[in-house]
């Protein structure tokens, strides 16, 4: 969205896990927009018409029952930048103005099945399933409005600009007076006289403010009744015969609002995001992917933000955020490994816990069911301090497993920086390497190292 959330930071690993975790901390479920624009008609707000097609012959179905001879098809991914975003297979475009049996045939042939690489998306994009048929309008003029959740407001706010139809953060940084930011309070509600001000001040005429005030109040009641995040309406439209339409939605809801918006959550494409971030959702984790080659497994997110800079610190760069949180159980722990192992540019891992409510001896547990299930083949630093240390460091020795140890963190992010450096190396030379720490005590021995074995 418009908003970005700036935080000052010990290094570069925090500084983009602040930006990471500014998303994740605001964990929303996002629609389809031919869901959203579904939802919108159920709140008799104004759309035109349009329906979903999962292949070209429903495509031109849907297209036979619209009104005019051209229609719009929108390929349907959770990414913004879909007009100007390519596909897989070199199309160009997720949004195309189409004419005739023809050209709806190719445009959605082109779509369905293929990934949208987007602005917004990594190098892979994400999948188009399905798309989007809709009418065509005759537009006068292109208006933004949106509804948020504004924390610095204490409550919902309204956005708006006479420049729709683009991207608004753009609008935002070349001219920021285009957007006004209405705070609306919550008891009172968005009344009449207050919504018509609002169209007024977007930039609509006097006679056309009361019918483009009635879909900010309908627009409102939706965002309210249905716990909405964000309500985006990009553009909201006057027709050139006066009426005032919203031709595309971007509809977000609360997380924690799922119990109570069955109907709503059961439209959730989980096609559409990060495989790590649903497996971890699973579980309970709290995960981030970041760019580095040393994967993190720690307790508590403050903790977590430590771990990450001192790795920086000393050289190395983490490959993830993962707070397993202060209750975790064995199996939590080996999901966590799984996920962490799951990105092949790991080449060492470090574990970090401070047993406060977390018991070291389940880490422990949930190390030895990982690296026996997965059969590990990184480096692996542990340190752990606090609850049941001394049964946790018994339990990992016992298993005979092959543990860096380490009994304090500045210690622990040199052995695991050290190890990757390794690890990288002879991957780097085409070599494999076998772990096998030396000097091995039972675990309590800092001295304990790996030493690699090429293959």
């Known amino acids: ?44 707000v104004s759309v035109g018409k349009g329906d979903r097609a999962f292949s070209s012959d429903e495509a031109v179905q849907v297209a036979k029952q619209m009104s005019t001879d051209k229609v719009v098809i929108k390929a349907q991914v959770l990414a913004g930048g879909r007009g100007k975003g390519h596909f897989d297979n070199g199309f160009q475009g997720g949004v195309h103005v189409v004419k005739g ?33 809709a009418e065509c309008m005759d537009i006068d003029k292109e208006f933004y409005f949106a509804l948020l959740m504004d924390r610095s407001m204490g409550g919902p706010c309204i956005v708006g600009s006479s420049q729709g139809g ?7 940084e070349a001219t920021p007076d285009a957007i006004i930011k209405v705070p609306v309070d919550i008891k009172e509600g968005l009344s009449t006289d207050k919504a018509i001000q609002v169209a007024k001040d977007m930039g609509f005429a ?29 553009p909201l439209v006057q027709t050139k015969g006066g009426d005032v339409m919203c031709l595309d939605a971007k509809v977000n809801f609360d997380d924690n609002a799922g119990f109570r918006q069955k109907d709503v959550f059961e439209k959730r494409d989980v096609s559409q995001e990060n495989a790590a971030d649903v497996e971890a959702a699973k579980y309970d984790l709290n995960y981030i992917d970041l760019d ?11 903790l977590a933000m430590a771990t990450m800079d001192i790795i920086q610190l000393y050289g190395g760069r983490p490959a993830n955020f993962l707070d397993v949180g202060g209750g975790a159980t064995a199996e939590q722990v080996t999901a966590a490994f799984k996920l962490i192992t799951s990105d092949p540019s790991v080449s060492a891992i470090l574990v970090n816990i401070f047993g406060g409510i977390m018991r070291c001896d389940v880490i422990a547990e949930g190390i030895i069911e990982a690296a026996s299930e997965l059969h590990l083949n990184v480096p692996i630093v542990v340190r752990l301090q606090g609850t049941r240390k001394a049964e946790a460091k018994a339990l990992i020795a016992e298993s ?35 772990i096998k720490c030396l000097k091995q005590k039972h675990l309590q021995d800092e001295e304990a190292m790996m030493t690699p074995r090429f293959t």
């Open 1 to 44: 969205m418009m908003q970005r959330l700036f935080q000052t930071v010990g290094t570069q690993a925090s500084q983009r896990l602040v930006a990471a975790s500014a998303i994740a901390q605001r964990r929303c479920l996002h629609l389809h927009e031919v869901d959203s624009m579904d939802l919108l008609r159920s709140f008799d």
């Open 101 to 133: 049996e023809d050209e709806i045939r190719s445009a959605a042939d082109n779509m369905i099945g293929h990934r949208l690489i987007t602005k917004q998306t990594d190098e892979h994009g994400r999948p188009c399933n399905m798309v989007q048929i």
């Open 166 to 172: 683009m991207d608004i953060e753009a609008v935002a």
């Open 206 to 234: 006097d006679d056309i403010a009361p019918k483009a005030a009635q879909e900010m109040i309908n627009l409102y009641t939706l965002f309210l009744e249905k716990d909405c995040t964000l309500v985006e309406i990009n």
């Open 292 to 302: 580095g080659t040393i994967g993190c497994l720690v307790n508590g997110a403050g």
């Open 400 to 434: 005979g497993l092959d543990i860096i140890a380490a009994d304090d963190l500045d210690d622990a992010a040199q052995k695991a920086c050290k190890s990757a450096h390794i690890v990288e190396s002879a991957r780097e030379a085409g070599l494999a390497v076998s």
